[in-house]
């Protein structure tokens, strides 16, 4: 079992920055890809950015060159920084993470947090 603890989330205006973090705990060994989920109000949930252990990362096409996903293995966390926010930004945000398993893998999601890109 992994648990996963998210912050960073608020209230920002178009154009400004925000960073997500989001710790691992548990079972952490066995995690090979970590990333970012959305979720706006009557929409369905849609992956932002994803990263595997050795640091591929992939990114929905709407946020490319202004979020940015890291992780630290070490610890384990997964980082977003989100730079020139935009009111589409606006979203529930949830961290995931992928583990291993004899047969197939397990996905694991964190409770989210709010964006809300607003002037």
């Known amino acids: 079992q992994v648990q996963l603890a998210e912050s960073g989330g608020g209230l920002v205006q178009p154009g400004e920055s925000l960073r997500l973090s989001c710790a691992a705990s548990?079972?952490?060994?066995?995690?090979?890809?970590m990333g970012w989920y959305r979720q706006a109000p009557g929409k369905e949930r849609e992956l932002v950015a994803s990263?595997?252990?050795?640091?591929?990362?992939n990114y929905q096409d709407s946020v490319k060159g202004r979020f940015t996903i890291s992780r630290d293995n070490d610890r384990p966390t997964v980082n977003l920084q989100m730079n020139s926010l935009k009111p589409e930004d606006t979203a529930r945000y949830y961290c995931?993470?992928?583990?291993?398993?004899?047969?197939?893998?397990?996905?694991?999601w964190g409770q989210g947090t709010q964006v809300t890109v607003s002037s």
């Open positions: 995931w993470v992928q583990t291993t398993r004899t047969f197939g893998y397990n996905d694991y």
């Open positions: 548990g079972t952490t060994l066995s995690i090979i890809n």
């Open positions: 990263i595997t252990r050795d640091d591929v990362t």
